[in-house]
């Protein structure tokens, strides 16, 4: 059986597998949203609200806050009662298919089955100056009780922090002869983290000394498993994920790659 790119059926530890939004009493629909219109605060601007939360299809719409943000732009907080429904049993989420080893398993296996320590080269790339997601991943402390890469004896970790050049990346990648590279990027304005992470792929497949079983993982607050892989990556984490989290990953694809599973 594979790690990865498995579809499985989401939790269905719920009352009733078709649900919808829960305001103060199971099945009632209701909604909080909050959004700005480009519009001066008023009572104009407040049915305005309610006018586009009605065309969304919502009923018993409330506005319950609205607050002058500029001269023209308005902030709302509105309610309003949905009637669609969702049946969880038809929901598919591609996730990663392993185990989580922790710190102790981790290492364990890393030198009894592979017998030297993994490469792992990380970095925030282009123009993107957030390390936090980075950071929670390589540095010793870690991130919620769960120590980083720099901690892991059997893990030869190499955090290039923010902005580097997709092109110093490959370089690094390639000098350091690495077994895994993580890639985080935080700004996604205009899916620039998008254009930033293929250009990374397309620099890659033309770069001579790159290891041809290199595990590609990247990483952020709007990057899922599913989108990564779309991309060409081996793997994708999102917010809350934890160090032993991506280091399980890359052991298991390690072995299944050099087909030690």
């Given at each position: 059986?594979?790690?990865?790119?498995?579809?499985?059926?989401?939790?269905?530890?719920?009352?009733?597998?078709?649900?919808?939004?829960?305001?103060?009493?199971?099945?009632?629909?209701?909604?909080?949203?909050?959004?700005?219109?480009?519009?001066?605060?008023?009572?104009?601007?407040?049915?305005?609200?309610?006018?586009?939360?009605?065309?969304?299809?919502?009923?018993?719409?409330?506005?319950?806050?609205?607050?002058?943000?500029?001269?023209?732009?308005?902030?709302?907080?509105?309610?309003?009662?949905?009637?669609?429904?969702?049946?969880?049993?038809?929901?598919?989420?591609?996730?990663?298919?392993?185990?989580v080893f922790s710190f102790d398993e981790i290492n364990e296996v890393i030198e009894k089955k592979i017998g030297r320590k993994l490469v792992v080269v990380g970095a925030c790339i282009?123009?993107?100056?957030?390390?936090?997601?980075?950071?929670?991943?390589?540095?010793?402390?870690?991130?919620?009780?769960?120590?980083?890469?720099?901690?892991?004896?059997?893990?030869?970790?190499?955090?290039?922090?923010?902005?580097?050049?997709?092109?110093?990346?490959?370089?690094?990648?390639?000098?350091?002869?690495?077994?895994?590279?993580?890639?985080?990027?935080?700004?996604?304005?205009?899916?620039?983290?998008?254009?930033?992470?293929?250009?990374?792929?397309?620099?890659?497949?033309?770069?001579?000394?790159?290891?041809?079983?290199?595990?590609?993982?990247?990483?952020?607050?709007?990057?899922?498993?599913?989108?990564?892989?779309?991309?060409?990556?081996?793997?994708?984490?999102?917010?809350?994920?934890?160090?032993?989290?991506?280091?399980?990953?890359?052991?298991?694809?390690?072995?299944?790659?050099?087909?030690?599973?």
């Amino acid at each position: 059986m594979g790690f990865f790119h498995k579809k499985e059926e989401a939790n269905l530890e719920h009352h009733e597998p078709v649900i919808t939004a829960y305001g103060d009493q199971m099945n009632d629909g209701m909604v909080q949203m909050s959004f700005t219109l480009p519009t001066t605060c008023g009572l104009e601007s407040k049915e305005a609200a309610k006018l586009f939360v009605e065309k969304m299809g919502f009923e018993k719409v409330m506005v319950t806050h609205m607050e002058a943000i500029s001269d023209n732009f308005t902030f709302f907080v509105v309610y309003g009662k949905t009637n669609q429904h969702i049946d969880i049993r038809e929901i598919k989420v591609v996730r990663p298919e392993h185990p989580v080893f922790s710190f102790d398993e981790i290492n364990e296996v890393i030198e009894k089955k592979i017998g030297r320590k993994l490469v792992v080269v990380g970095a925030c790339i282009g123009s993107d100056a957030h390390t936090v997601g980075i950071d929670a991943i390589f540095n010793m402390k870690g991130f919620r009780h769960d120590w980083g890469f720099e901690r892991y004896p059997w893990l030869s970790a190499y955090n290039l922090r923010a902005q580097v050049a997709v092109e110093d990346l490959v370089q690094k990648v390639v000098a350091l002869n690495a077994d895994a590279v993580l890639i985080s990027r935080v700004v996604t304005q205009r899916d620039e983290h998008i254009i930033e992470l293929k250009k990374f792929l397309d620099l890659l497949k033309n770069t001579s000394g790159v290891s041809p079983h290199l595990i590609k993982i990247c990483g952020g607050p709007r990057i899922s498993f599913e989108d990564a892989i779309s991309w060409g990556y081996d793997a994708g984490f999102g917010p809350g994920t934890k160090p032993s989290e991506v280091a399980s990953f890359i052991v298991h694809e390690f072995l299944k790659r050099a087909g030690k599973n």
